[in-house]
C-alpha cells in the first residue's frame, strides 16, 4: 500500500478562460494539507479532478492507490467530500440525510453521528432549509465525517462562517486526526483557518502551484528583515531574498530561504538589520503569490 | 456495500418526487370521473383534463428531479457517493421514468377501464387515445435527455417549450387524418396501418432519445 493518499502528477486541464498547469502534488497519508489560494486560482478545479467529478485533459492522478476517473467509485467509498457550493435536499431533514447515507456506507458509525449532532448544536428532525448557513456546513460535514472516511476533501469549508461556527468545525478536522491513518485535504483563502489546523501547506495561483511543504519550514523560511541603508549604499542581491521595497534610508527584505547568516550579510554590506520578523501564513501567501507573478511575467 | 449504488439513489428520488405520483394519479383520477358525468361538455373537460395530467407528471418530473438537482447544487452531494456519472445517469433515468410510468400506465389503464365498461364513448376511440397519450411519453424524454445532457434550465425550459407548442399542432393533425380516425366510431378498436404506423413512431422517439442521452452521458468529461 502507497504512503501517499493523494499523487497528482503533470495534472492539466483547459478551459476557456482557464487552465491547470500540469501540476504535481503529493499528500502522504496521516497528514492534513491545507490549499491555499485566491479566488479562481484552480483550487476547486484540482479537488474536482481529484474526485473524478472532472477528466484532467492529461497527467496521472491516484487517490488512496487508486487512479482517477477510472476508479473514482472504488476510491469514493473512501472519501469524503463537502465543498461550499454543495447543499443537501431543501426540503428533507437532517435525519433523512442520515438515513440515506447510513444506508449506503456500513463504516456509518451512529454514535459518532449522535455526537456531533450535539456538538455542532443542529438537531435531526430540522428540515434543511430551516437551518442556518452555518447549520447547513455542519450538517454537511456531519454526514461526511459519521461515514468515518480515510480521506477527507473539503472545498472552502468555512467560507461565510461565522469565528465560533468556523471554531468548532476546525476543533471537529483536527479532532478527526487522532486517528492517525486518515488524511484531510482542506482548500480555502482563508489563511488563518489553514494554518490553524495544516501540517502541510500548498499554494496555488493561477493554475500552478507555486509551493508545497511543511508549515513549520514555511514558518521557518520566511522571514521579514527590517533594514537602515545608509545613503550611498546599495542592497546587495542575495540568495534566498525574493524582494526588497526601499523607502528612503530605510528597506523591507522579504526572504523565502532565511539563514541565520543573512541578516550577518546585509550587515557586511553597509546596511544595518533593525529587525527580523517572523511571517504570518498570510503576508507568506501574499508575498509567494505575488513573487510568483512577477516571475511568471518577467 | 449495501446494496447497489443505483438502487439508494432510485429509492432516495422516489422518496423525494413520490408527492407528483400521487398528484397525478389524483388529477387523472378527477378529470376521468368529470368523464364519466356524460354529457359532451364533461367528456371534453375531463379529456383535456386528462391529458393534461400525463402532461405536467411527464414536465414536472424531469425539471424537478434533473434540473433542480443540478440547480439547487444537490448534484455535488450526490456525485460524492460512490458513484459514476453513468451510474448516475443509469439511476436518474430508471428513477424519473418509473415515477412518469407508473400514474401514466395506471390513467391509461384507467382510461382504457372506462371506455371498455362505461361505454361513454365507441370502444373505437381506444387506438387514438393511446396514439394521444403515447405523446406526453415521448415529450417526457425530450425534456428528460435536455434536462440530463443540457445541464441547465434554459434547456429544461426550451424543451419545455418547445414540447408544449407542438401538443396542439400534432393533435390537430392527428384527430382530422381520416387514416387515424376512421375507426374511432366504431365498436371495436380498429388497429390499422396508420395507427400503428405512428405508434411505432413514437416508441421509436423515445427508443432513440433514450439511447442518445445514454451515449452523451457516458462520454462526458466533466460532470459538476
Not at chain 2, 120 to 149: E, K, Q, S
Amino acid at each position: 500500500m502507497t504512503d501517499l493518499a493523494v499523487k497528482l502528477d503533470g495534472v492539466g486541464k483547459k478551459y476557456r478562460f482557464f487552465q491547470l498547469e500540469k501540476i504535481c502534488l503529493k499528500i502522504p497519508r496521516g497528514t492534513i494539507m491545507g490549499l491555499i489560494g485566491p479566488n479562481g486560482a484552480g483550487k476547486s478545479t484540482t479537488i474536482r479532478i481529484l474526485m473524478g467529478l472532472v477528466h484532467q485533459d492529461c497527467g496521472d492522478v491516484q487517490v488512496l492507490g487508486r487512479r482517477m476517473p477510472a476508479e473514482q467509485v472504488a476510491a469514493k467509498w473512501d472519501i469524503g467530500f463537502a465543498s461550499e457550493d454543495m447543499r443537501l435536499y431543501d426540503g428533507m431533514t437532517l435525519g433523512w440525510h442520515m438515513s440515506f447515507i447510513q444506508s449506503i456506507y456500513p463504516t456509518w458509525d451512529t454514535a459518532y453521528a449522535q455526537v456531533l449532532l450535539k456538538r455542532f448544536g443542529v438537531r435531526a428532525e430540522q428540515k434543511i432549509k430551516g437551518l442556518s448557513h452555518g447549520q447547513r456546513v455542519k450538517a454537511a460535514l456531519l454526514l461526511v465525517l459519521a461515514r468515518r472516511p480515510k480521506l477527507l476533501v473539503l472545498d472552502e469549508p468555512t467560507t461565510g462562517l461565522d469565528p465560533v461556527a468556523r471554531h468548532e468545525i476546525l476543533r471537529e478536522l483536527t479532532a478527526v486526526m487522532e486517528d492517525e491513518d486518515r488524511t484531510i485535504l482542506f482548500s480555502s483563502h482563508h489563511t488563518q483557518d489553514v494554518e490553524q489546523i495544516s501540517d502541510r501547506i500548498t499554494f496555488i495561483d493561477r493554475g500552478r502551484i507555486i509551493d508545497s511543504m511543511d508549515k513549520e519550514i514555511y514558518l521557518d523560511r520566511w522571514k521579514r528583515l527590517r533594514l537602515e541603508v545608509p545613503s550611498g549604499i546599495e542592497i546587495p542581491a542575495l540568495p534566498g531574498i525574493i524582494g526588497i521595497k526601499r523607502t528612503g534610508r530605510l528597506a523591507v527584505a522579504i526572504a523565502n530561504a532565511f539563514v541565520p547568516d543573512l541578516p550577518n550579510a546585509y550587515e557586511s554590506s553597509g546596511a544595518r538589520v533593525q529587525a527580523v520578523e517572523d511571517m504570518t501564513l498570510e503576508e507568506i501567501f501574499v508575498a509567494n503569490v505575488e513573487h510568483s507573478r512577477e516571475e511568471v511575467e518577467a | 456495500m449495501k446494496g447497489t449504488i443505483i438502487r439508494h439513489l432510485i429509492l432516495k428520488d422516489l422518496r423525494l418526487h413520490r408527492q407528483q405520483i400521487y398528484i397525478t394519479l389524483a388529477a387523472g383520477a378527477v378529470a376521468l370521473g368529470v368523464c364519466q358525468w356524460g354529457s359532451e361538455p364533461a367528456l371534453v373537460v375531463g379529456s383535456v383534463w386528462f391529458f393534461i395530467s400525463l402532461i405536467m407528471v411527464g414536465t414536472m418530473l424531469p425539471i424537478g428531479g434533473i434540473v433542480n438537482e443540478r440547480k439547487k447544487q444537490n448534484l455535488a452531494f450526490v456525485m460524492s457517493l460512490p458513484v459514476s456519472s453513468v451510474q448516475y445517469t443509469i439511476a436518474k433515468i430508471i428513477s424519473t421514468f418509473g415515477m412518469f410510468l407508473a400514474p401514466w400506465l395506471t390513467l391509461v389503464g384507467a382510461a382504457i377501464l372506462v371506455i371498455e365498461t362505461r361505454h361513454i364513448i365507441p370502444r373505437g376511440a381506444i387506438p387514438m387515445l393511446l396514439i394521444l397519450a403515447f405523446m406526453p411519453l415521448v415529450a417526457f424524454w425530450v425534456m428528460t435527455a435536455a434536462a440530463l445532457i443540457g445541464e441547465t434550465e434554459g434547456w429544461g425550459i426550451a424543451a419545455n417549450v418547445a414540447c408544449s407548442s407542438s401538443y396542439g399542432l400534432i393533435w390537430y393533425f392527428m384527430t382530422r387524418n381520416s387514416a387515424l380516425t376512421a375507426g374511432m366510431t366504431k365498436p371495436a378498436p380498429v388497429w390499422n396501418s396508420a395507427v400503428l404506423t405512428v405508434l411505432g413512431v413514437e416508441f421509436a422517439l423515445a427508443a432513440v432519445l433514450l439511447g442518445l442521452t445514454l451515449y452523451v452521458q457516458s462520454r462526458k468529461q466533466d460532470f459538476v
